[in-house]
T-cell receptor
């Protein structure tokens, strides 16, 4: 069955450093991959989308890579700030037009001042 | 606020009772999704609508669950004869079209079954 794994341990980094979060998947060939941010008690908020034929996408301090051979996506936050502290969710979408997403369990990022 | 709105934000119910949640999507969005999220896990897909048509239901959606989207606007999710295992955050999302498009999530309804 489809499986998505994100860093199970919380990630603690110092302000100003680059945070790198990992999303690995098996038994699936996604057409695209999305990253969301979720704060406690709130719904997920969309950050970035990358398609299977794209290697890298950037938006401000955010960068996502997508390696369909390794079945892995990396999500980077450069010059991290305490306000970046949240849970980050990786979500995969299929080639059909459903828009249905399969989410990983999320990685909690804590940026310390 | 023109985002996705869910009501109520919190619901505590006794086991065996029925509950209904409402979702108001972004007005021009034709796609509406329901997800369920338990503590420490990512959201799990339940069902989705294109306009008023319910196009897919997950196996997670037992016979006790029913969702509607009359007139393709707001949607309701009803759980009959609630069980403790139904305790979770129920999230609604909407999007303009399907496929590789951004999904806009509501704040969710936190259900606690006691």
């Amino acid at each position: 069955s489809q499986k998505i794994e994100q860093n199970s341990e919380a990630l603690n980094i110092q302000e100003g450093k680059t945070a790198t979060l990992t999303c690995n998947y098996t038994n699936y060939s996604p057409a695209y991959l999305q990253w969301y941010r979720q704060d406690p008690g709130r719904g997920p908020v969309f950050l970035l989308l990358i398609r299977e034929n794209e290697k890298e996408k950037r938006k401000e301090r955010l960068k996502v890579t997508f390696d369909t051979t390794l079945k892995q996506s990396l999500f980077h936050i450069t010059a991290s700030q305490p306000a970046d502290s949240a849970t980050y969710l990786c979500a995969l979408g299929g080639s059909g037009n459903t828009g249905k997403l399969i989410f990983g369990q999320g990685t909690t990022l804590q940026v310390k001042p | 606020d023109t985002g996705v709105s869910q009501d109520p934000r919190h619901k505590i119910t006794k086991r065996g009772q029925n509950v209904t949640f409402r979702c108001d999507p972004i007005s021009e969005h034709n796609r509406l999704y329901w997800y369920r999220q338990t503590l420490g896990q990512g959201p799990e897909f339940l069902t989705y609508f294109q306009n008023e048509a319910q196009l897919e239901k997950s196996r997670l959606l037992s016979d006790r669950f029913s969702a509607e989207r009359p007139k393709g606007s707001f949607s309701t999710l009803e759980i009959q004869r609630t069980e403790q295992g139904d305790s979770a955050m129920y999230l609604c999302a909407s999007s303009l079209g399907g496929g590789a498009t951004e999904a806009f999530f509501g704040q969710g309804t936190r259900l606690t079954v006691v």
